[in-house]
């Protein structure tokens, strides 16, 4: 399951999570690893949501306070849906899902046994982030592999 931050201005249009140009980079990186969102086998699925389910006004990022406000319902998301691996992308997601002020880079590749679920957790880069710094997508792909990997030792 991979939890974004909020939906933008593309995502708000359709209804949809991560269908601007971030979730375009988003499937592309999850392709690499044979992930898709359309597959339904759970070794190669892709869940993904956002911590907010609206963007704040302004497109401003959002709070901390605006982030755990919407824990619970992210939380009880995952319960339902049931992932094997959860992966936070960018600073709003890891932050809240990790009670945490430490920041995506430092973060980013550690895995985190997150008690709140039971689940291995993930931070990594966001899609949006990379698409500004594409000399950070080497990062990304590090983080990547290890999701491929945790995967491939559940089968
Ligand atoms: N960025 C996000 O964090 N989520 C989306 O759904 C789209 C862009």
Same mark, same amino acid.
Do not use: G, N
């Given at each position: 399951m991979v939890i974004g931050e909020a939906p933008g201005q593309e995502e708000d249009r359709q209804g949809?999570?991560?269908?601007g140009r971030a979730g375009q980079l988003l499937d592309r990186m999850l392709a690499a690893i044979g992930?898709?969102? /359309?597959? /339904?086998?759970p070794a190669k699925a892709a869940y993904i949501t956002n911590i907010l389910p609206w963007r704040p006004v302004g497109n401003r990022t959002p709070t901390p306070e605006e982030a755990a406000l919407f824990l619970p319902f992210v939380l009880r998301h995952i319960a339902l849906a049931k992932p094997r691996i959860v992966l936070t992308m960018g600073n709003t997601p890891t932050k809240a899902m990790l009670d945490s002020t430490t920041g995506i880079r430092r973060m980013r590749g550690r895995w985190t046994d997150? &008690? &709140? /679920?039971g689940l291995p957790l993930l931070p990594t880069f966001h899609p949006a982030y990379l698409l500004r710094q594409p000399a950070e997508k080497k990062f990304a792909w590090q983080d990547l592999i290890q999701v491929r990997k945790a995967l491939d030792g559940m089968e």
């Open positions: 949809k999570p991560f269908v992930i898709s969102r /359309t597959e /339904t086998d997150h &008690a &709140a /679920t």
